[in-house]
């Protein structure tokens, strides 16, 4: 089911990037979080994003997405993600990484805030599992 | 002797001239001094005046040329003097020995020597006179019976111990007190010619065709007892020399008590916190492994709620194909009148019955429902892929949070017993570290040592049955040229016999009555009823017995000590000598009790006592009260610099 993406698949888009304040966000969730590099914080942003309902499409004021880039294939090396995008929302006709780009950024500022405010402490918080322990 | 007034001058770190009057009334004098301020230096001053040498850790000597107080950094020999006014029965003494300057002799090595001056009763003696005086007054042999560390009494435990070197050390200084030594020195001189007579007794073997052999056999025989000989002698000097070490080492670990409980928690703390940073690490390293799949977890409950709602959705579907597919069936019989499925013709009643029962609703389209089947299909099959294991991911977190948890506790404690010991002086933890150590390689190589020691013995005594296996077999076969040489070895060996025997009995002669002194001291001394007397064993060795006889074992280190003094006391009391007792570090090793039971026993064995504690050895109230009317003065060392200490009246500030 899942493959590489291709540029084929992509409707040629190759790379994704945050916006600038995603990425100053997304910084900041890699040094409070045990992730290994800021591209862990995009999929969990985009992620987060989807959980929560965000829009699928890019609001007026989302800016340019003109951070750092990553390649689709670092963001998504399988493929899972734009499958379980278009498995959750078949009747997108975007192109899903641009949708996920979208995503990406809207998911981080949002989980940035939460931990701001202390909403949102542990990955746990995040993934908003009841463990027990 | 009684000692009156000890004058000082630039010894150690005793600058200028300092005097210290000793009380005069019968009892126990205290003198306080730090680690390093001069304890020993203060025993060393009377060891030197009485006997012109100053000892070092473990009894070694000291050169005189170090002994002149000097600034750290002046290289230069230093003179000094001590003069140490005495009584002894009914005279008075001034005893002076400096090592001073010596202009007059530059033949003389270090331009420096030493001057010994002995007045009595305000004449000054004759050098023949002053010796003789001073050997009768208090010979050096016995001076580890009246200036001793009382670390080093647990040297009396070695006594007890068959084939031990340091107990046969002791022994050889007990019996040197006693007068023994006349008998022995005669017998060891005996078996010295014996050896040299079965050396002559070889060679002149070796001239007769008769007996060369044996001749040649006796004399490798010889070589190689004398050989392993030898080499006994040097282990014994060198498991010495190693216990001396490792005593010392041991003696320095205890006065640093505080200290050394203190680094060893520390470096336990250290390897806590290594061991916690090293399980931190791992459960980081974990968690940042498994970090990675947090977005899967992220969107779990999305993708079970939209698993569920397109399972509704498939079921749904599938009737609505149902439905379809059933549809287009009645539709195809009702108009051509032939069943599609079993291809048989329709009645006209039946195929206006089917075309009455359709209700005239518009049918689904089955291919259309068919992609729809397919998409959602495609959906629950994507979504079903999605595996996440966020309850993994949180534990790994928990385990991460509390490791950084334990390991930062585990720093800060660290950070608290670090900074206790920084108020230690300088270097002070290296010291330790440094000194634990060598005390366990110094344990190590004595161990090793002292198993060769058994074994060079056992091979002496094999190699000396040979000899006389040998010498006693050409002393049977008798040639014409070895007759003198085999009636010379048969004298010696007779003679030897009658002086080992002699030994014997005089030494049963005196350890009876070292038994019955030490018993009786011992009785005043024991606070232990149960104990009832001392038994003594060959090498002068004390066991405790209970009144029915029986052997009190594992006797307390407190008993130990009072054993030791008791046999002291019964030293002194068996010797023509007399004098006070000045100890150094006089409670290191005992626990409050025994260090009651040691301020008992000390001013019972000698009328004048004077005590070296540091600090914290005893503690000084108790120590003043348990004394009573026999407390009679009380000095402390007080450190101007690190070469220069005074000593004052009175207890530290």
Same mark, same amino acid.
């Given at each position: ?133 | ?7 000082? %001058? ?54 005189? %040329? ?120 005669a017998r060891d001189d005996v078996a010295t010619h014996l050896a040299d007579a079965r050396r002559a007794q070889a060679k002149a073997a070796q001239k007769d065709k008769a007996t060369q052999a044996l001749g040649n056999d006796l004399q490798v025989a010889s070589e190689e007892a004398e050989q392993a000989r030898r080499n006994v002698e040097e282990l014994v000097d060198l498991v010495t020399e190693l216990k001396t070490e490792a005593d010392e080492l041991e003696k320095t670990l205890t006065s640093n008590n505080r200290f050394k409980s203190q680094v060893g928690a520390r470096n336990a703390k250290r390897d806590e916190v290594e061991r916690l940073a090293t399980r931190s690490k791992e459960r980081a390293e974990a968690l940042a492994a498994a970090a990675g799949d ?8 999305? &993708? ?5 709602? &397109? ?231 004390? %066991? ?87 407390? &009679? ?21």
């Open positions: 089911m899942s493959q590489p993406p291709s540029t084929a698949r992509t409707g040629g888009r190759v790379n994704i990037a945050f916006t600038e304040a995603a990425e100053e966000a997304a910084r900041r969730l890699v040094n409070r979080f045990p992730f290994a590099a800021l591209v862990d914080t995009a999929r969990v942003g985009a992620a987060f994003a989807l959980r929560e309902g965000m829009s699928l499409s890019r609001p007026e004021d989302f800016g340019p997405a003109n951070g750092s880039n990553f390649n689709v294939g670092s963001v998504d090396p399988g493929g899972d993600l734009r499958d379980l995008l278009v498995a959750l929302h078949p009747q997108i006709q975007e192109d899903p990484y641009r949708v996920l780009e979208t995503l990406m950024s809207q998911g981080v500022l949002a989980i940035d805030e939460r931990v701001a405010s202390g909403e949102i402490l542990s990955l746990r918080d995040l993934m908003g599992v009841e463990i027990s322990t | 002797m009684r000692l009156q007034i000890l004058e000082i %001058t630039d010894f150690g770190p005793y600058r200028g001239t300092q005097r210290f009057e000793f009380a005069a009334e019968p009892g126990v004098e205290l003198v306080w001094g730090s680690n390093g301020r001069g304890k020993t230096s203060l025993l060393n001053t009377m060891r030197w005046a009485l006997f012109g040498t100053v000892l070092g850790r473990g009894g070694r000597t000291i050169p005189v %040329t170090s002994v002149g107080n000097r600034e750290e950094t002046d290289p230069d020999t230093k003179p000094f003097r001590v003069a140490l006014t005495f009584t002894h029965d009914g005279h008075q003494y001034r005893l002076t020995r400096a090592y001073r300057n010596d202009p007059d002799h530059p033949a003389s090595t270090s331009g420096f020597r030493i001057t010994v001056s002995l007045v009595k009763d305000g004449d000054a003696l004759g050098p023949i006179d002053r010796d003789r005086e001073l050997a009768r007054l208090l010979p050096e042999q016995i001076a580890r019976f009246f200036l001793f560390d009382t670390e080093l009494l647990q040297e009396y435990e070695q006594l007890l111990t068959p084939g031990s070197e340091a107990g046969q050390k002791l022994k050889d200084a007990i019996e040197r007190i006693l007068g023994l030594p006349v008998l022995t020195q947090t977005w899967r977890a992220v969107l779990a409950p999305l &993708v079970a709620r939209e698993l569920t709602a &397109v399972d509704i959705q498939l079921d749904a579907t599938n009737q609505r194909l149902a439905s379809a597919l059933a549809a287009r069936q009645i539709a195809t019989a009702a108009a051509s009148g032939v069943c599609p499925t079993c291809r048989q013709t329709i009645d006209a009643d039946v195929a206006q019955e089917l075309h009455d029962h359709h209700d005239g609703t518009e049918a689904e389209d089955v291919e259309q429902v068919q992609s729809e089947l397919g998409g959602l299909r495609a959906r629950r099959d994507t979504l079903r892929t999605m595996r996440a294991d966020g309850a993994r991911i949180a534990r790994l977190e928990e385990e991460a949070s509390q490791a950084r948890v334990d390991l930062s506790d585990a720093e800060g404690q660290l950070r608290e017993l670090q900074a206790e010991l920084d108020e230690a002086p300088p270097g002070t933890a290296e010291n330790i570290g440094a000194w634990l150590g060598a005390l366990a390689s110094t344990n190590v190589t004595l161990d090793n040592t002292r198993r060769r020691l058994s074994e060079t013995r056992n091979d002496l005594q094999r190699k000396d049955q040979a000899v006389v296996a040998f010498s006693e077999k050409l002393r049977r076969i008798g040639t014409a040229g070895s007759g003198a040489e085999d009636r010379k070895v048969q004298l010696l060996v007779d003679l030897h016999a009658l002086l080992v025997a002699a030994v014997d009995e005089f030494r049963d002669r005196l350890r009876d009555a070292i038994e019955d002194e030490a018993t009786a001291v011992f009785r005043a001394l024991s606070a232990e009823p149960d104990y009832d007397r001392l038994r003594i064993n060959e090498n002068y060795g004390l %066991t405790i017995l209970y009144a029915s006889g029986t052997e009190v074992l594992n006797r307390s280190s407190g008993y130990e000590h009072l054993v030791a003094l008791s046999l002291i006391a019964a030293l002194q009391r068996r010797s023509p000598m007399s004098g006070p007792i000045i100890t150094d570090n006089p409670f290191g090793r005992l626990d409050p009790t025994h260090k009651k039971h040691v301020l008992q026993a000390l001013p019972e064995i000698a009328e004048q006592v004077m005590l070296l504690p540091y600090e914290d050895e005893i503690d000084r109230p108790s120590a003043i009260a348990e004394l009573g009317d026999r407390f &009679v003065g009380e000095h402390h060392l007080r450190r101007v610099s690190g070469t220069h200490t005074v000593i004052e009246p009175g207890a530290y500030p």
